[in-house]
């Protein structure tokens, strides 16, 4: 049996989410930093494990596999862990969630897609603030609607947490981070709050993956 | 039965992989446009169908499904098309470049986001171009690096279509849009040829979806 290795940086949201996978499974990994404020994912190194220059990578089942949500959905059908429903609606709906935060929020206010935009702009950090706002204000506005469905529970599909859970804690702790208002989405919000208290949730998070 | 109604947009690289994934199963729809540059996506009528304010919508089975990715594995679930393999870790190589495409790529340099970029910068459309250069640039360069692997063949993954190549096409048309040098991407670019051949992807293209 090889290692699980985990290739992460403690505020990567998409390393974020794979840990928080990885603890609700119980599977038990070797975390291993590569730092992106040192520009770490563009070493020869970590582009050798992934072209993409990005985190997450893990290193499970003797493969190294990329993009967090694929991660998410190889560990579901090879461990049935309950990210994804069982019924093709049901399936949609969360996956529909899930990429409503991974592509038109997170996807959007990456680290990569920040440096490109203070590089272009005269006011970088004032420019920056502003994206963020409109990025993860008008995203999480949008999810909030999504929520108003009758298959939304305790959770965001239900009431056991599935990948749309694992998308929405990381983008409300960056939504903090940078200090946007998302105080009138009280649903969502609830749903954030419900997943924290959660050990899986908590243990993942960035201050304790820090070290 | 319900009729099956895709609300879409001609030029939408989302929309496109969807009317794509259609033609591939061969079913028929009636295509609703959504005007993008009249803003149409927004409006309240539209709204209703998406609080993400995005095309595309696709009315099948009596439900409407958002998030072009979602929708197609959907489509895979109940049509079984053939747009993920059957093995998981055929599936994970499958869902990782179609992501490495939709998220990194497309996400970045989508309709609203290019926008709020020009509305930033003093000098909006050489930011625009810069910045298509740069993310449609550097994403197929790493697109293409991931291709150089033992599962592709005659397409992205295997000997035929799968998500990536419905991912890939539609990118392919953009690159080239946007006028983006990709012609030293030998690899993905005699795969997105092979795909244009067929004619499940040429009835989609944008130049036909017009009309």
New interface residues.
Partial sequence: MSETVLFDYWRSSASYRVRIALNILGQAYRPVSVDLLAKAQKSPEHLARN????VPVLDIDG?A???S???I??LD??RHAGFLPSD??G??RV??LS??I???I???C?TG?IA??MR???NGEA?RD??MR??IGD?MA?FE??LDHPATGAFCHGDNPTMADICLVPQVYNARRWNVDISGLKRLLGISARCEGLEAFAKAHPDRAKG
Same sequence: chains 1, 2.
């Fill in positions: 072209p993409q220059g990005l493969h596999f990329t993009q949500l694929a991660i959905e190889y059908e090879t093709p609606l399936r949609q996956r529909q990429f409503a991974a592509m038109e997170h996807a959007v990456n897609v490109e935009l272009l702009v005269p420019a502003a994206w409109k990025f995203g949008a609607k999504l």
